[in-house]
Antibody, heavy 116, light 108 residues
Framework: EVQLVQSGAEVKKPGESLKISCKGSGYSFTRYWIGWVRQMPGKGLEWMGIIYPGDSDTRYSPSFQGQVTISADKSISTAYLQWSSLKASDTAMYYC?????????WGQGTTVTVSS | EIVLTQSPGTLSLSPGERATLSCRASQSVSSSYLAWYQQKPGQAPRLLIYGASSRATGIPDRFSGSGSGTDFTLTISRLEPADFAVYYCQQYGSSPYTFGQGTKLEIK
């Protein structure tokens, strides 16, 4: 079964760093782009960026460039989304998804709450 | 960046009726790289349509997509109770791969 499994919910304080993960299985992880999508509470989907685990080629939305870092470790079939200094406005659900013909396989989502 | 505008914002229909959702792009979407997703509360989105008109695996044929260039449509031919959800379009022809703001399909 093709699946993406994300790390668990996080509660952090403003200014802290965070790295969440997305582990793929059931397919060749290095041959498909992995994208990250933000969904703020009660709002729509926002495309953040994508990475090609085969060579770590990465593209960012201008809205998120410089705000987050997307990376991948192909040896363990895992993609990452990280922040160096969280803000309250980073509170959201974050999804990873396989970007093939559309985003055809989604992780279950990771809730990130940033509050003092 | 390609901006996608979905209309209407909310669509109120009854089971058995036909739903027509629109997605308009600010510039042409290359090779019809346009996808539609369904999202229910508390769930991850689910891919319905890719390449503007191809159904994803397991999607019933009452869902259909059409369009090219800047105008795209998702049609649900006979609404079932499980179809009431939020629908998003996404273009993946030009980075950044943007989403529309969504259409909420609610029971009338």
């Amino acid at each position: 079964e093709v699946q993406l499994v994300q790390s668990g919910a996080e509660v952090k304080k403003p200014g802290e760093s965070l790295k969440i993960s997305c582990k793929g299985s059931g397919y060749s992880f290095t041959r498909y782009w992995i994208g990250w999508v933000r969904q703020m509470p009660g709002k729509g989907l926002e495309w953040m960026g994508i990475i090609y685990p085969g060579d770590s080629d990465t593209r960012y939305s201008p809205s998120f460039q410089g705000q987050v870092t997307i990376s991948a470790d192909k040896s363990i079939s895992t993609a990452y989304l990280q922040w160096s200094s969280l803000k309250a406005s980073d509170t959201a659900m974050y999804y990873c998804a396989r970007q093939a013909w559309g985003m055809d396989v989604w992780g279950q989502g990771t809730t990130v709450t940033v509050s003092s | 960046e390609i901006v996608l505008t979905q209309s209407p914002g909310t669509l109120s229909l009854s089971p058995g009726e036909r739903a027509t959702l629109s997605c308009r792009a600010s510039q042409s979407v290359s090779s019809s790289y346009l996808a539609w997703y369904q999202q229910k509360p508390g769930q991850a989105p689910r891919l319905l349509i890719y390449g503007a008109s191809s159904r994803a695996t397991g999607i019933p044929d009452r869902f259909s997509g059409s369009g090219s260039g800047t105008d795209f449509t998702l049609t649900i031919s006979r609404l079932e109770p499980a179809d009431f959800a939020v629908y998003y379009c996404q273009q993946y022809g030009s980075s950044p791969y943007t989403f529309g703001q969504g259409t909420k399909l609610e029971i009338k």
